[in-house]
Nanobody, 120 residues
Framework: VQVVESGGGLVQAGGSLRLSCTASGLIFDVVNLGWFRQAPGKEREGVSCITWDDDSTYVADSVKGRFTISRSNAKNTLYLQMNSLKPEDTAMYYC??????????????WGQGTQVTVSS
């Protein structure tokens, strides 16, 4: 199984980014998918997840109203649209295929991460 994230970068506060994650080597349509992040010196936390059966989505309170998760089974791709970014959103963002949802406990297959840096 290979999971690859992309789309991170440096953005000013208030800006937007869209992260993408492609997963291969598994049956994409029948796995829950999630985004996690880890800032320096902090524990990894769940950001958002989407279920495989009915596309139910769950979002952490810290990003609610700003981040939107979506998936394209046809493209084996997971997305995270991030708007109104804040400096505290700065972290390495990871995609997880097969993670629990809505529990968002770190599990499943992981990518190497993509760095998001928000400047004030």
């Amino acid at each position: 199984v290979q999971v690859v994230e992309s789309g991170g970068g440096l953005v000013q506060a208030g800006g937007s980014l869209r992260l993408s994650c492609t997963a291969s080597g598994l049956i994409f349509d029948v796995v829950n998918l999630g985004w996690f992040r880890q800032a320096p010196g902090k524990e990894r936390e769940g950001v958002s997840c989407i279920t495989w059966d009915d596309d139910s989505t769950y979002v952490a309170d810290s990003v609610k109203g700003r981040f939107t998760i979506s998936r394209s089974n046809a493209k084996n791709t997971l997305y995270l649209q991030m708007n109104s970014l804040k400096p505290e959103d700065t972290a390495m963002y990871y995609c997880a295929a097969g993670s629990s949802c809505p529990g968002m406990t770190p599990s499943g297959y992981w990518g190497q991460g993509t760095q998001v840096t928000v400047s004030s």
